[in-house]
C-alpha cells in the first residue's frame, strides 16, 4: 500500500492550434467589436515574390448547433441527485483541455479570456410559475430553455472567472508547467489524462432547493444560431445576454437537474463532534436475578456488590461494548462460589449426565438447561469452583444469559442458517460418497492381495500385474522397460501367453503332463537365467534373391582382401610409383625409371575395369558405396520425371516442359492403353535439371538411413524379487486408494492428511457462517449489543473498549445451540464445530493481501475471526482469552461517534495516528504544547504511525463503531509526556474522502487558527445576506478580506486560476486526543 498527497495545479485559459493567432482582443463584455459575426486571424504569403494579405474567418459560437455527451468527464452534483451541499458550487467538467476557449472569437486580455459557452443553474419552482425557466427539450434544432427571471442569470462580463483548466498534477516552477503544456502536442502522449477544462456557475444555492443545470452559448452569435436566427449583422464578441434581460430563450447543449439537501456539509458536520468521556453506565445495565426459575428456590447471590446498596441478586449485565471505567457487578474477584445458588445451579445442570450415568441407557433422556459449549469441551458436567471457561461461562448468570441471546438468534433464524448449511454442505455430501466407496474398494483389494497375491511365487505375481509395469518405476527406469532389456521377453508376462499356458488350458495340460512342476512362474524364471530363450528371428528362405546373394556370385565378390584394398587405391599406388621413377631417374638410372612409370601408367588403367566391377558389387550390399556413386554421378541435364496415367492432371508451369506419350499393348481394340507424362524443368548448361536434383537429393537421403546400423542390444537378467517389491508397494491398496481419494476431495486441509489409511473416514460436515453475528444481536435489541445507549449525546466522539468475555459467551451460545439444531435436521454433525466465528463486521478493513497465495490469503482471513474454534479451547483457559494469537488479547478499544457526519458521509475515513512532540519552527521541542502528528511520506511511515480499524458495526440511525487492536492505556499514552521518547498516545483522526476536486464556501465563519485567516476560511456569511451571485469585483466583507495578506488579497478578481484556488474547497480531517475522551479517569485494567 502506497500513500501518495494529491496535488493540483490552475490554469486560467488554455488554446490551440491557429486560434493562438486571433488578433482582437477579448473586450470582456464591456463594449462593442470591429468584427461580425466571426473571428478573423491574418495570413501573409509571398506570390512570385509580391506580399499578400489576406484575413480568415474561424469557425465560432456561430457554427455550433450542438455538443458531443461524451465530450463530458463529470457533473457536480451528478444528475438527480437529491442531497447536493448548498454551500458548494456545480460545475461541468470536459475531456479537451482547450475545449472552454476553442471557439471563442477573440484572443486573451492578459490573463483573462471568456469561454464560449457558460454554465447556468435555475431554481425550479413548485409550479411552473413559480419556476425560474421553462424547458422545452424538443426544441430545433437544440433543446430551448427559456429565462423568466432576470435575476437567475449571473453578470455577463465576468464568464471570463469560471473557466479554468486543471491538471492532475502540482508543478514547483513556470518552466516545469510549460513542459508539461507542450508535452500535449506530441503523440501518444502520456499525459492527455492529466488535464481537463471546468466550468462553474457562481450562483449561491439554497438549501432543499430542485436546481436545473443548463450550458448554454456565452455569445450572442451562438444563441441565434441554435435558435434558428440571423447571425449575420452580430458584434462576434457580444454576450448572449445583458443585466436586466428577461424574458429570454437560449439553446442548451447540456443539462442536469439536482436537489439541496440540509445546509450542512462535511466540515460543519465534522466541527458539531465533540469528545466526551464516556458515562461509566454505558455498557452495563441492572439485571433481577432473584427468581432465576427451572426449580431454583434462591436467587442470584454469587458475590459481593459495593455500595450504593442494591440487592444482592441485582447483577450487573454488561453488553459487547462498555465504557472504560464500567465496574462489573460483582467483580470477578468478589464471587463466593461457595453460595447456596452455585449448588443448587451445579445440581440442575448435571443432572442429565448424573441420570445417564445412574441408568441402563433404558431410561428416557431429561430435559434441562444446557451446558453452553458441553459438546465441544467433551466435558457434561460443571464445577462452579473449578477453573477454566466452560465452568466460568455456566455458573455466572451475566455469561448465561449472553448464551442465551445466541441461542434466541438461532431459533428466530434457523431456516436461513440451514438452508445455507445443507448448500455448503453438497460439496462434503459428495467427498463422504467417494470416501466410502473408495473404503469398500480399498478393503476388497486387500483382501484379494492377502489371501491371493501374496500367495503367489514373484514371476506368477509379475506375470498377473503385467500390464501395470508400464506405470511402476524399477529405479530410475520403468519396469516394463527393463524387462525389454533383459533375458525375460515382455511376452513372456503377456495375456496371451498367460491364456495359452493357463492350468485347465488344453496346451497346459499338454505341458504339465510331459513336466509336472511346470507353470508360469517356472518359465519366466528358466527364461532370466538363460537355460531356455524364445525361438530366433526367422532366416530368409534360400529361394529368395536377395542384394547380398547376388554379390556372392558375382566373379571379384571372392577377391582377397589386399587385392581389393589395391583396386580401392590404385590412384595412390601411380603416385608413390611415380615418385619412385623420379627418384630413380634423379641417381642416374633413367632406363629403370622409365620402366617404372610406364608400368605404374599401365597398371592404373588396366586395373580400372576391376575397380568398377568391385564397386558394382560393394554398392550392393553397402549404402555409403551407393552414396559415394550418387554424390560423383555426373550433371544430368535431360533427367526427367514421368508419371504413368497420373491420376491428377499435370498443367505446365513457368520453367517447365511436359510431354505426353500414349501406348498400347497391341493393335488389338481390347488392348491395354496407358500415357507417360514427363516433366523436366531445364538448368544451366551442364548443370542438372531441377528433377534430377530431387532424385539425387531423395537418393541421398534414402541411402543415409540404410547406411545406420542397429546397435546390438546386450540383455541382462531381470531383477525379478525387486520387480515383486515395487510392484507390491505401488499396488498396495492401503496405499493407492487414499492417494486416490486426496487427489479428487478438495478440503480446506491439508490434503497429505488423507494419505494414512485410518483417515479415510466420512467427513463431519463443518458449515462456516462469515456473518458479523453482532448485527443479529443488535437487531433483537441495541440494548442487548450496547446498554444505556441512549445516555451518549448526540454529535459524540468517545471511546469504548471490547468485552470479550461477553462476546465469548455469545457465540458460544450460537454454536452451542445450532449444533443441537443440526443434529435434530440430521445434518451430519458432530456438534462440535464452530460455525460462527465472527462477531464484528470486518468488510472493508485495509489489508494489504494483494501479493499472498490463496492458501495464506485465507490464514489471513481467519486471524480476523473473532474466536478461535471453541473445541481447541484449553479446558483451563479462562473466558475472553480465544482471540486469534496475531491479534493482540484481552480488551479492545473501539471508537463511537455518534451523529449526522458518518450517516451522510458513510465513507468517511477512520484512522488512528501517534501523537508526537510539539517542536517549533527551529526544531525544539516543547512540552507545553499540544501533541501533534507527523506527516506521512512513504509506506514505512504509515506502518509506523497509523493504525486503522481493524472491525466496525453501527446502531441505526447515527451511531457508528471503529475497533483498533490496542488498549485504552496505550491510546491515552503517558499521564505527563516531556519528551521526545515519551509516549505521546494517539489521535483518532476522521477524514473527508480525498476525491474528485469541489469548489465552495464554509457555511459559517470558523477559522482553524484564530490568529491567521486564508482563504480556506472563506465562507458564504462573509458577503451580503442578499448575494445570489459571487462577484469578482465585490471582495469579501473588510472584516474578513483585510486579514489576509496582500498577496491573498491580490488574488480575488485576478483570473479564473485565482479564483479556482480560492474557492477549491480541500478535504477536511478533525483530530482528537484519546486523553480528550479518557481525560481524568481511572482506567480499568485491560485483560
Known amino acids: 500500500?502506497?500513500?501518495?498527497?494529491?496535488?493540483?495545479?490552475?490554469?486560467?485559459?488554455?488554446?490551440?492550434?491557429?486560434?493562438?493567432?486571433?488578433?482582437?482582443?477579448?473586450?470582456?463584455?464591456?463594449?462593442?467589436?470591429?468584427?461580425?459575426?466571426?473571428?478573423?486571424?491574418?495570413?501573409?504569403?509571398?506570390?512570385?515574390?509580391?506580399?499578400?494579405?489576406?484575413?480568415?474567418?474561424?469557425?465560432?459560437?456561430?457554427?455550433?448547433?450542438?455538443?458531443?455527451?461524451?465530450?463530458?468527464?463529470?457533473?457536480?452534483?451528478?444528475?438527480?441527485?437529491?442531497?447536493?451541499?448548498?454551500?458548494?458550487?456545480?460545475?461541468?467538467?470536459?475531456?479537451?483541455?482547450?475545449?472552454?476557449?476553442?471557439?471563442?472569437?477573440?484572443?486573451?486580455?492578459?490573463?483573462?479570456?471568456?469561454?464560449?459557452?457558460?454554465?447556468?443553474?435555475?431554481?425550479?419552482?413548485?409550479?411552473?410559475?413559480?419556476?425560474?425557466?421553462?424547458?422545452?427539450?424538443?426544441?430545433?434544432?437544440?433543446?430551448?430553455?427559456?429565462?423568466?427571471?432576470?435575476?437567475?442569470?449571473?453578470?455577463?462580463?465576468?464568464?471570463?472567472?469560471?473557466?479554468?483548466?486543471?491538471?492532475?498534477?502540482?508543478?514547483?516552477?513556470?518552466?516545469?508547467?510549460e513542459k508539461f503544456l507542450r508535452s500535449l502536442h506530441e503523440m501518444d502522449n502520456p499525459n492527455a489524462d492529466k488535464i481537463i477544462s471546468r466550468l462553474i456557475c457562481p450562483r449561491k444555492l439554497k438549501a432543499k432547493t430542485g436546481y436545473h443545470a443548463f450550458v448554454v452559448p456565452a455569445f450572442e452569435t451562438g444563441r441565434r444560431v441554435g435558435l434558428q436566427q440571423d447571425v449575420s449583422t452580430i458584434d462576434a464578441q457580444q454576450p448572449s445576454w445583458t443585466v436586466g434581460a428577461a424574458p429570454i430563450d437560449f439553446p442548451v447543449y447540456y443539462e442536469w437537474a439536482f436537489r439541496t439537501g440540509e445546509n450542512e456539509d462535511f466540515e460543519s458536520l465534522v466541527k458539531l463532534l465533540q469528545p466526551r468521556p464516556m458515562d461509566p453506565q454505558v455498557g452495563i445495565r441492572d439485571m433481577d436475578a432473584s427468581q432465576p426459575g427451572f426449580g431454583m428456590t434462591v436467587g442470584a447471590d454469587i458475590g459481593k456488590i459495593p455500595p450504593p446498596e442494591k440487592p444482592q441478586t441485582i447483577l450487573g449485565l454488561e453488553g459487547a461494548l462498555k465504557a472504560p471505567t464500567t465496574v462489573s457487578r460483582p467483580k470477578e474477584s468478589d464471587i463466593d462460589t461457595s453460595k447456596p445458588f452455585f449448588a443448587q445451579l451445579k445440581l440442575i445442570l448435571n443432572f442429565p449426565a448424573d441420570v445417564q450415568d445412574a441408568s441402563d441407557g433404558d431410561d428416557d433422556p431429561v430435559v434441562s438447561p444446557p451446558i453452553y459449549g458441553e459438546n465441544h469441551a467433551l466435558q457434561h458436567r460443571i464445577d462452579p469452583a473449578g477453573a477454566g471457561w466452560l465452568n466460568f461461562l455456566n455458573r455466572d448468570p451475566r455469561f448465561r444469559v449472553p448464551s442465551g441471546f445466541g441461542t434466541s438468534v438461532i431459533q428466530k433464524n434457523q431456516e436461513d442458517y440451514v438452508a445455507r448449511a445443507w448448500e455448503q454442505v453438497k460439496k462434503i455430501l459428495a467427498a463422504n460418497r467417494i470416501i466410502i466407496r473408495s473404503v469398500f474398494a480399498m478393503e476388497t483389494v486387500r483382501m484379494i492381495q492377502t489371501n491371493f497375491v501374496q500367495r503367489l511365487a514373484p514371476a506368477e505375481m509379475l506375470a498377473v500385474f503385467s500390464p501395470v509395469l508400464k506405470k511402476v518405476k524399477g529405479s530410475p527406469t520403468t519396469l516394463f522397460h527393463q524387462l525389454t532389456t533383459s533375458l525375460v521377453s515382455p511376452a513372456a508376462l503377456n495375456s496371451a501367453m498367460r491364456r495359452m499356458i493357463r492350468p485347465r488350458g488344453s496346451y497346459g495340460k499338454r505341458l504339465r503332463a510331459a513336466n509336472s512342476s511346470f507353470n508360469h512362474g517356472a518359465l519366466v524364471q528358466d527364461l532370466n537365467s538363460g537355460r531356455i530363450s524364445a525361438a530366433p528371428p526367422k532366416q530368409v528362405s534360400d529361394s529368395v534373391i536377395t542384394d547380398e546373394r547376388i554379390a556372392e556370385q558375382l566373379p571379384n565378390a571372392h577377391e582377397p582382401a589386399w587385392l581389393q584394398w589395391i583396386l580401392t587405391h590404385r590412384l595412390l599406388l601411380l603416385i608413390l610409383l611415380l615418385l619412385l621413377a623420379v627418384v630413380i631417374a634423379i641417381a642416374g638410372a633413367w632406363w629403370l625409371a622409365l620402366i617404372v612409370a610406364a608400368a605404374a601408367v599401365f597398371g592404373y588403367f588396366r586395373t580400372a575395369e576391376a575397380e568398377r566391377a568391385l564397386e558394382a558389387t560393394k554398392s550392393l550390399t553397402d549404402p555409403n558405396a551407393t552414396l559415394h556413386d550418387i554424390e560423383n554421378a555426373p550433371p544430368q541435364p535431360n533427367f526427367a520425371f514421368v508419371v504413368t496415367d497420373p491420376v491428377t492432371p499435370i498443367s505446365a508451369t513457368s520453367g517447365t516442359d511436359i510431354a505426353t506419350t500414349s501406348f498400347t499393348t497391341s493393335a488389338s481394340t481390347d488392348a491395354l492403353r496407358f500415357n507417360e507424362v514427363s516433366m523436366i524443368t531445364r538448368a544451366a548448361a551442364g548443370a542438372d535439371s531441377v528433377e534430377a536434383r530431387n532424385f539425387r537429393s531423395a537418393a541421398t537421403l534414402f541411402n543415409q538411413r540404410l547406411a545406420i546400423e542397429p546397435s546390438e542390444l546386450q540383455l541382462v537378467r531381470f531383477d525379478i524379487t525387486n520387480a515383486q517389491t515395487k510392484v507390491s508397494d505401488a499396488t498396495r491398496a492401503t496405499i493407492v486408494f487414499p492417494q486416490l481419494v486426496a487427489k479428487q476431495v478438495r478440503f480446506t486441509f491439508n490434503p497429505a492428511w488423507l494419505l494414512q489409511p485410518e483417515h479415510l473416514v466420512p467427513a463431519m460436515a463443518y458449515p462456516d457462517f462469515p456473518d458479523p453475528m453482532y448485527e443479529k444481536l443488535r437487531d433483537i435489541s441495541s440494548e442487548l449489543f450496547l446498554p444505556n445507549l441512549e445516555l451518549v449525546p448526540p454529535n459524540t466522539i468517545s471511546l469504548l473498549v471490547t468485552n470479550p468475555e461477553f462476546i465469548e459467551a455469545y457465540m458460544t451460545g450460537l454454536n452451542h445451540e445450532f449444533g443441537r439444531e443440526l443434529l435434530w435436521r440430521e445434518y451430519p454433525t458432530d456438534q462440535r464445530g464452530s460455525y460462527f466465528r465472527q462477531f464484528w463486521d470486518v468488510k472493508g478493513i485495509i489489508a494489504d493481501d494483494s501479493d499472498l497465495t490463496p492458501e495464506k490469503r485465507a490464514e489471513l482471513a481467519d486471524t480476523y475471526k473473532d474466536i478461535v474454534p471453541i473445541d481447541t479451547w484449553i479446558s483451563t483457559s479462562k473466558l475472553g482469552t480465544h482471540r486469534s494469537p496475531a491479534r493482540p488479547p484481552g480488551r479492545q478499544l473501539v471508537l463511537l461517534v455518534r451523529g449526522e457526519l458518518l450517516k451522510k458521509y458513510p465513507n468517511t475515513i477512520v484512522y488512528a495516528q501517534r501523537a508526537h512532540i510539539f517542536r517549533d519552527e527551529h526544531g525544539t521541542p516543547d512540552p507545553t504544547k499540544d501533541p501533534v502528528i507527523v506527516e506521512v511520506k512513504t509506506e514505512a511511515d504509515m506502518h509506523a504511525e497509523i493504525l486503522f480499524p481493524m472491525f466496525r458495526a453501527e446502531v441505526e440511525p447515527d451511531i457508528r463503531f471503529f475497533g483498533f487492536d490496542m488498549k485504552p492505556e496505550d491510546a491515552k499514552g503517558a499521564d505527563n509526556p516531556q519528551t521526545a521518547t515519551d509516549d505521546w498516545g494517539y489521535y483518532f483522526i476522521i477524514q473527508q474522502v480525498p476525491g474528485e476536486p469541489r469548489f465552495g464556501m464554509d457555511i459559517e465563519f470558523e477559522p482553524d487558527d484564530p490568529n491567521k485567516v486564508t482563504w480556506d476560511d472563506l465562507s458564504w456569511d462573509e458577503f451580503s445576506s442578499g448575494l445570489r451571485f459571487i462577484d469578482t469585483s465585490t471582495p469579501p466583507v473588510a472584516s474578513f478580506f483585510n486579514r489576509l495578506t496582500s498577496a491573498e488579497r491580490g488574488q480575488w478578481g485576478s483570473h479564473s486560476a485565482d479564483m479556482a484556488s480560492i474557492l477549491y474547497q480541500r478535504p477536511v480531517m478533525i483530530a482528537v486526543h484519546a486523553k480528550e475522551m479518557l481525560e481524568n479517569l481511572d482506567l480499568q485494567p485491560s485483560t
Open 1 to 177: 500500500m502506497s500513500v501518495t498527497v494529491a496535488k493540483y495545479t490552475f490554469s486560467a485559459w488554455l488554446r490551440k492550434g491557429i486560434g493562438n493567432r486571433i488578433t482582437e482582443p477579448d473586450n470582456l463584455g464591456l463594449g462593442g467589436g470591429a468584427v461580425k459575426e466571426r473571428a478573423h486571424v491574418p495570413v501573409d504569403v509571398m506570390l512570385n515574390t509580391t506580399p499578400v494579405h489576406k484575413e480568415f474567418a474561424l469557425i465560432g459560437p456561430g457554427d455550433i448547433i450542438g455538443l458531443n455527451p461524451e465530450m463530458v468527464v463529470r457533473t457536480e452534483p451528478l444528475n438527480r441527485i437529491t442531497n447536493f451541499e448548498p454551500n458548494y458550487l456545480p460545475f461541468i467538467e470536459f475531456y479537451d483541455e482547450d475545449f472552454l476557449w476553442r471557439y471563442t472569437p477573440a484572443r486573451a486580455n492578459g490573463q483573462r479570456l471568456r469561454p464560449w459557452i457558460a454554465l447556468l443553474v435555475l431554481e425550479e419552482g413548485a409550479t411552473e410559475a413559480e419556476s425560474e425557466f421553462k424547458y422545452n427539450p424538443r426544441g430545433f434544432p437544440l433543446p430551448i430553455v427559456t429565462v423568466a427571471n432576470a435575476d437567475a442569470l449571473p453578470a455577463p462580463i465576468e464568464t471570463w472567472a469560471w473557466g479554468h483548466v486543471h491538471i492532475n498534477e502540482g508543478y514547483d516552477t513556470p518552466t516545469d508547467f
